[in-house]
């Protein structure tokens, strides 16, 4: 059992070698999980906020200087750093039948193939679904132990 992904699911899908092939839609980030944690915060900024401004995930990279995490901090080893976690980005995981990544392919947070939401799986290639926008890309599913971009 697998715990604790990088992203939130969006597919899973088994592959032909008894592997799973999973589209992340987005990163978890310790803005997103506060947010789910704190129903009254959640509550209040969905009042007083303009919803295309909620901290939260995004599925595409539509940027507004009124972000929430334009001017965000954490504090890592006694430093305060300067933060901005991601709201959108693009990932796609290959787990082995255990649950172990054994591949991974990104979008970075300046990519174009956002908002990951599917993928389809042949012998060959894998078709991956950027709702965030609006693309399709199609992935090697040769396998592999390695990464790439998408």
Not at 12 to 27: E, H, K, S
């Amino acid at each position: 059992m697998v715990k604790n992904f990088a992203g939130y699911p969006s597919r899973i899908v088994r592959g032909v070698n008894r592997d799973y092939w999973i589209a992340f839609f987005a990163l978890r980030t310790q803005l997103t999980e506060f947010i789910l944690r704190e129903h009254a915060f959640r509550a209040r900024m969905m009042k007083n906020v303009a919803p295309q401004l909620w901290v939260g995930p995004s599925l595409g990279g539509v940027f507004d200087y009124r972000e929430p995490t334009q001017i965000g901090r954490i504090k890592k080893l006694g430093i305060q750093k300067p933060w901005a976690p991601p709201r959108s980005y693009g990932l796609i995981a290959r787990l082995d039948e255990d649950g172990n990544a054994i591949e991974s392919f990104h979008s970075r947070t300046s990519g174009k193939l956002h908002g990951v939401t599917s993928l389809v799986l042949d012998r060959t290639r894998v078709i991956v679904a950027s709702k965030g926008h609006g693309k399709l890309a199609e992935l090697s599913a040769a396998g592999g132990a390695h990464g790439g971009s998408i």
